[in-house]
């Protein structure tokens, strides 16, 4: 499809264990983020990718979540160690210059801790 | 730091009846603020967005939102909801120095249309 893909959609694992994320952003969009959305929040920021490199991670909670971008299409978000708190859904978007304003975002992967 | 209330966490409009959702921020330089909506199975996808100039914008969908400077709120507004207009709606803050990257969500509000 022509919009950002998202998978896992949904992933259920144990505290503890670790998860990764893939996204799939619309082809040729250079600028690539990160958000979370707990349950009845709006999203919040993690991290944001302009081409491979990671130009803002200042929103990742910790230093268990880690992204990565190495050929400035697809991302990977990792949490190493899991806990019942990262449960949310992680929200992915591209645009084609983040100075547009306009994200373009998934459907989310929504992730469960047990 | 930049913040977004959304007071109002559901809303039911009658289906025809106009819809007002309310958004206020905190910033302390010009904002620039954005509405999405976020339907059931599908993304956030944008509305429509203020930068500068005119305070009314028109949006996607029959959508449209007033800035008032002097009450810090960007609310958004439709004359006429139809059902499928029923979703949850999100306004956000970006920042022009770094580049609306990072942007800040309220809460959210959730619109309901009843037949």
């Known amino acids: 499809g022509a919009g950002v893909s998202q998978t896992p959609s949904n992933k259920v694992t144990e505290k503890g264990k670790y998860v990764e994320l893939r996204c799939d952003p619309i082809?040729?969009?250079?600028?690539l983020y990160w958000y979370r959305q707990s349950l009845g929040q709006g999203p919040e920021f993690l991290i944001y990718?302009?081409?491979?490199?990671?130009?803002?991670d200042s929103g990742l909670p910790n230093d268990r979540f880690f992204a990565v971008r190495p050929e400035g299409s697809v991302s990977t978000l990792k949490i190493q160690r899991t806990e019942r708190g990262d449960s949310a859904v992680y929200l992915c978007?591209?645009?084609?210059?983040?100075?547009?304003?306009?994200?373009?975002f998934g459907e989310g992967s929504r992730l469960t801790v047990l | 730091a930049q913040s977004v209330t959304q007071p109002d966490i559901h809303i039911t409009v009658s289906e025809g009846a106009s819809l007002e959702l309310r958004c206020n921020y905190s910033?302390?330089?010009?904002?620039?603020l954005f509405w999405y909506v976020q339907s059931p199975g599908q993304g956030l996808q944008l509305l429509l967005k203020?930068?500068?100039?005119?305070?009314l914008v028109q949006g996607i969908k029959g959508f449209e939102a007033e800035f008032k400077r002097s009450q810090s709120s960007f609310n958004l507004r439709k004359p006429s909801v139809h059902w499928s207009d029923a979703a949850e709606y999100f306004c956000?803050?970006?920042?022009?120095?770094?580049?609306?990257?990072?942007?800040?969500f309220g809460t959210g509000t959730r619109l309901l249309v009843s037949p």
């Open positions: 978007a591209s645009s084609w210059d983040a100075k547009t304003g306009e994200l373009f």
């Open positions: 082809s040729g969009h250079t600028a």
């Open positions: 990718f302009q081409g491979t490199g990671a130009a803002d």
């Open positions: 910033y302390g330089a010009t904002p620039y």
């Open positions: 203020y930068f500068s100039g005119d305070t």
């Open positions: 956000a803050v970006g920042d022009m120095n770094t580049g609306f990257q990072k942007l800040v």
